[in-house]
């Protein structure tokens, strides 16, 4: 069987820690702005219905406690922690699969930002 060494195939540049790092920053601190959006729009409000669920065939389906909006920037959290702990094992051996984690822990952390602010944005 042969084995396939990424890091030979894909070059990466020198400086790749800090563009890691970077990437992981700003997906943290996107998942801060998620919760801060989260907690600004529902405090004021206090504990009342909210939407859980749009479809834009039907609306609204899905209602539910507020609190339940917090599970989005939560399974951000959740994301951005499995990723870091696959990119500690990974990195060692494939440079660009760490690369990969922390760039799709960015991306994952925008799609859930953008996820709750349209869902706040029905409610």
């Given at each position: 069987?042969?084995?396939?060494n990424?890091?030979?195939?894909v ?6 820690p800090?563009r890691?790092l ?9 998942t ?10 529902l ?9 859980l ?13 507020a ?13 951005i ?12 051996h ?18 859930l930002c953008?996820?709750a ?5 029905v409610?």
């Amino acid at each position: 069987m042969v084995q396939l060494n990424i890091n030979r195939v894909v070059r990466l540049p020198r400086r790749l820690p800090d563009r890691i790092l970077f990437l992981w920053g700003a997906s943290v601190v996107v998942t801060i702005i998620t919760f801060f959006i989260v907690q600004f729009k529902l405090r004021p409000h206090g504990d009342f219905s909210a939407a859980l669920h749009y479809n834009v065939l039907i609306g609204v389906d899905s209602f539910g406690s507020a609190a339940s909006v917090y599970a989005i920037p939560l399974a951000s959290l959740f994301i951005i922690a499995l990723n870091a702990f696959l990119y500690r094992s990974v990195v060692r051996h494939e440079r660009f699969l760490g690369f990969l984690t922390s760039l799709v822990s960015l991306i994952v952390a925008v799609v859930l930002c953008s996820a709750a602010l349209f869902l706040l944005r029905v409610n």
